[in-house]
């Protein structure tokens, strides 16, 4: 099976992360609460990816903390991913396998597994997630926060294919827009086919809010992974 072939027999790594990452403090400006808001990627490979990723390790934990907020409003955005923070194109063979604590101090929130988001045309396929993921806001002054976070993918607008996430975790403060394999899957976004998780470890839905096209998404026992 494509999961027993990632794990055991995976490919000549192209990029390997080292054997520990911490990301202790991810930092906004000093506080402005008129300034214009930032946005923060964060991921075990590449914060931002433009190109493609293949054959990747990160086999690191990662602990994250904005812990400087941009202004007294929470304005900003965090992006955050196993492997990228956002990807813009084409992520295969890869996996991320520490565990991921994030304490977020803005409003906006993509936490992945894999990738915080997945562009519009971007591709995600033939990933794996281990490990745990959770996320809690550092404070809240009567705003609503926004979490969208998922095993592979926290929002979606692109191709989620052939991936598996064996996470014995996925916790948030926040209930809205969390899922086992994507937290949003945007419209016009599709999670396409052999797209699973562990359910033995995992009770909650593949998809935490879904306006796009999923097939063969669901969770698994153990031994049918």
């Known amino acids: 099976m494509l999961l027993t072939k990632l794990l055991v027999n995976p490919c000549k790594l192209l990029f390997s992360a080292s054997s520990f990452i911490l990301v202790k403090v991810i930092t906004f400006p000093a506080p402005n609460d008129y300034g214009t808001p930032k946005t923060i990627y964060g991921g075990g490979i590449v914060g931002l990816n433009r190109k493609t990723i293949?054959?990747?390790?990160?086999?690191?934990?990662?602990?994250?903390?904005?812990?400087?907020?941009?202004?007294?409003?929470?304005?900003?955005?965090?992006?955050?991913?196993?492997?990228?923070?956002?990807?813009?194109?084409?992520?295969?063979?890869?996996?991320?396998?520490?565990?991921?604590?994030?304490?977020?101090?803005?409003?906006?929130?993509?936490?992945?597994?894999?990738?915080?988001?997945?562009?519009?045309?971007?591709?995600?396929?033939?990933?794996?997630?281990?490990?745990?993921?959770?996320?809690?806001?550092?404070?809240?002054?009567?705003?609503?926060?926004s979490s969208n976070m998922g095993g592979v993918v926290g929002s979606n607008s692109g191709k989620v294919k052939n991936s598996f996430v064996i996470a014995n975790k996925i916790k948030s403060s926040l209930t809205i827009d969390v899922g086992a394999i994507i937290g949003k899957n945007e419209t016009n976004a599709s999670v396409v086919s052999n797209t699973y998780f562990n359910a033995d470890s995992l009770s909650m839905n593949s998809i935490g809010s879904n306006s796009g096209t999923a097939t063969s998404v669901a969770g698994k026992s153990t031994k049918d992974m």
């Not at 907020?69 to 965090?78: A, E, K």
């Not at 996996?95 to 519009?120: F, L, P």
């Open 54 to 145: 293949r054959n990747a390790q990160n086999r690191g934990s990662m602990q994250i903390s904005n812990s400087t907020y941009y202004n007294s409003y929470g304005r900003g955005t965090l992006h955050i991913g196993g492997v990228s923070g956002r990807n813009n194109s084409n992520i295969n063979m890869c996996m991320s396998e520490g565990s991921m604590e994030i304490t977020s101090y803005v409003r906006i929130n993509y936490i992945g597994g894999i990738s915080g988001t997945n562009n519009k045309d971007a591709v995600i396929e033939n990933c794996v997630k281990k490990s745990s993921i959770s996320f809690s806001p550092a404070y809240s002054n009567g705003d609503v926060f």
